[in-house]
């Protein structure tokens, strides 16, 4: 047999990608080349009833049709058989399709021939192929062998559509299931980008004409001040938001496997290579790959990034095959990479690939006016995660956070305000619970909440600044609790009820350090 022969044609689609309607209209196609036929229907058996899958030669309405067995003999027949099955122009047998070979000229059906062929899999029929001609004898010269060949390749066409029909159905169902996720955990972990400050109010008017390119977006800003909820809103407001973000943090990546996780490998490319494996950039195909602190990555896979970048193409480790990948680029530092690229810790091109449109965060300090919306935010969340009807701030704790610097931005604020909002229901008896200066931790806080209460209490004092009264008292206390502890850092913040971090910062700021 060659290529050019039906049969041979029919095997060859099997390994084709594609339409399951193309798959069973070219297999008839190619049933009529090899049998003088001028009808051919294949069946699938779906729990007892025959289902078209496909026609030629009758009407396309015969789809839509539903075929019992018992209903018709010579269907029931060709069931029963693992041979083909003839019928003569004389048998008395009712053909299923009387009704739609009849010509509208004379009052009863056409003679013709007809044979059948059970499709049959590991010794289960599965369906069957009908083959009708208009003229008696037709089939005389079809050997039985060449119509088993037929039958064999129909059954093994209908498993191969059947299996990839499964196949797509479970990745669709599988892509559902990711978007839904992803748009749960998108709502679930934050939305918005709480605040109506000036400075919020621009980033959120360049997030909203950016996200709708394809542009790469550099997002700025200090640890804490809500990087990755930015990039899931460029994300979600772009073309790609039916496709997956995938996440990649910069910073957690060993040098030793970093091309591997980003670009894949293939199998036995390296020690515990035991299979072929997609990198970061494969699964964000069509869709966002998010670089987390990507100024802490390697200067080693640098220049393998900015090839990505640059050309859309990416090489799995121990591969020689290039894989075309569509992915948008969203990164992420905390870091100034223009400095990083001057002290040859980054290169330059791939901060300018990066940087096409830098968004740049505002830390907290320089948006306050977002305090109070940020902690009614923060507190309805939180009172959901301890089962408190209610929490609420009061006008002294608002305060106290208004006059506090926040090195750890919006992120120490949740903190801050969880351990806060756990102190104030464990130490209420009450549905609700207010969230009150004593409340909040740290010798910043308590600080701050003394002076004000100490100014509401003595009017006659000589008022000062409230932001300079709140900075002496945070200096005086660190250097008593520093004396207290024989300058044990470490024992002075315990003592101030401060993780280490903070009063290292905070001492820095004061100038004690």
């Known amino acids: 047999m060659t290529q050019d022969d039906p049969l041979v044609q029919v095997a060859l689609d099997l390994s084709q990608s594609l339409p399951t309607d193309a798959r069973y209209s070219r297999l008839l196609q190619a049933v009529r080349n090899l049998v003088p036929c001028a009808v051919a229907v294949l069946f699938r058996l779906d729990h007892g009833v025959l289902v078209p899958l496909a026609v030629d030669g009758l009407p396309e309405a015969l789809m839509a ?20 099955v003839r019928f003569a122009a004389d048998d008395p047998l009712p053909d299923p399709f009387d009704a739609w070979l009849r010509d509208p000229e004379e009052k009863g059906a ?14 289960r029929v599965v369906g069957l192929l009908t083959m009708d001609a208009l003229e008696e004898g037709a089939f005389d010269n079809v050997s039985n062998m060449q119509l088993e060949r037929i039958a064999a390749l129909a059954a093994a066409t209908m498993q191969t559509a059947a299996l990839i029909d499964a196949l797509e159905e479970k990745v669709e169902k599988n892509q559902r299931v990711a978007v839904e996720l992803q748009r749960d955990t998108f709502h679930r972990e934050g939305s918005l980008l709480i605040g109506e400050s000036a400075p919020i109010q621009t980033l959120k008017r360049e997030i909203s004409m950016v996200a709708a390119s394809d542009l790469p977006v550099l997002i700025l800003g200090e640890t804490g001040t809500g990087k990755e909820l930015v990039a899931r809103l460029l ?22 496997i970093a091309e591997s996780e980003l670009f894949g490998h293939i199998k036995g490319a390296f020690t515990g290579a035991s299979q072929d494996r997609m990198g970061k950039f494969e699964l964000a195909d069509d869709g966002t790959l998010f670089l987390d602190e990507v100024g802490e990555l390697p200067l080693s896979i640098q220049a ?81 995660k301890l089962g408190v009807r209610s929490l609420r ?34 130490a209420s008896d009450k549905p609700g619970s207010v969230v009150k200066a004593e409340h909040l931790d740290g010798i910043f806080m308590q600080g ?66």
Request: aromatic fraction near 6%; proline fraction near 4%; charge should be positive.
């Open 65 to 84: 049709n539903r075929f019992i067995p018992g209903e018709h003999p010579r269907l029931s027949a060709i069931l029963g058989s693992r041979r083909p």
């Open 110 to 123: 056409r003679v013709h021939a007809c044979m059948g062929c059970g499709l049959w899999l590991e010794n």
């Open 235 to 256: 994300h979600m407001g772009s073309p790609r938001a039916e496709q997956a973000m995938v996440h990649v943090n910069c910073a957690a990546l060993p040098e030793s």
């Open 304 to 384: 393998t990034m900015l090839r990505a970048l640059q050309s859309g193409e990416i090489q799995r480790v121990g591969s020689d095959r290039m894989h075309r990948v569509n992915a948008r680029v969203i990164a992420a530092t905390n870091r100034d990479l223009s400095r990083e690229v001057k002290q040859g810790r980054f290169r330059a091109d791939l901060y300018h690939r990066l940087s096409v449109y830098p968004l740049q965060i505002p830390p907290l300090r320089d948006r306050k006016d977002d305090i109070a919306r940020l902690s009614d935010y923060f507190l309805g969340q939180i009172s959901l």
């Open 393 to 426: 701030l009061d006008k002294e704790a608002l305060q106290v956070l208004e006059h506090y610097d926040w090195p750890g931005n919006v992120r120490e604020l949740e903190h801050s305000l969880t351990r806060a909002s756990l102190r104030a229901s464990r």
């Open 448 to 513: 701050a909440a003394g002076l004000l209460l100490s100014k509401q209490q003595n009017k006659q004092d000589k008022f000062e600044p409230l932001a300079q009264s709140v900075l002496n008292f945070q200096k005086r206390e660190i250097e008593r609790a520093l004396r207290a502890c024989d300058g044990n850092w470490a024992a002075a913040a315990r003592l101030l009820g401060m993780h280490r971090s903070n009063l290292h910062r905070l001492a820095q700021r004061l100038g004690i350090k």
